[in-house]
């Protein structure tokens, strides 16, 4: 299914009553950093911006909601639940949470060795945050602090 999403979020942000949407454009291209290991050695971050929470924490509120949840890489994928202001984009992730948050996958890549091993917890954000100042001075910030305690190499971005 082809979707539009720039238009369709345009079109549902002048629908709740906000202020047309400024897309996010870089003035230059983001740093280069290669890796230090092998991917095989190396201990992977993971990032999903579908709103994801595990059951007993607390779901996303809608506006500019700039925090995350830590999900522990064991969660079962039946005890995983999103919540995000593009509800209509949450169908497939509803019925397969692990289109968003692929504990098993990336389980069976630390298996298999061809990632050193997935860090303890994977974060959510949610990623259709209205502010562009928020997430470079709240949420952009605090994942990095998060992923530097978790000691890892890499980070896998999940965006949705």
Not at 11 to 18: A, C, H, K, N
Not at 44 to 49: A, D, H, M
Not at 51 to 75: C, E, H, L, N
Request: glycine share 4%; aromatic share 10%.
């Amino acid at each position: 299914m082809h979707i539009e999403y720039i238009k369709a979020i345009t079109e549902r942000y002048s629908r709740l009553g906000y202020t047309p949407y400024k897309w996010y454009e870089a003035d230059s291209p983001p740093p280069f950093a290669p890796l230090k290991k092998p991917l095989s050695e190396s201990r992977i971050g993971v990032l999903s911006t579908s709103g994801a929470y595990a059951v007993g924490q607390t779901a996303y509120y809608y506006k500019d909601d700039s925090s995350t949840r830590a999900i522990p890489k064991t969660t079962p994928k039946d005890r995983i639940h999103f919540s995000h202001i593009t509800e209509n984009y949450l169908e497939n992730p509803r019925r397969d949470p692990a289109c968003m948050v692929p504990t098993d996958a990336l389980r069976q890549l630390e298996e298999e060795g061809v990632i050193g091993e997935v860090a303890d917890d994977i974060f959510s954000c949610m990623g259709g945050i209205y502010s562009q100042r928020r997430v470079r001075e709240e949420l952009a910030p605090a994942l990095l602090e998060t992923y530097r305690a978790q000691n890892v190499d890499a980070v896998f971005l999940i965006p949705m």
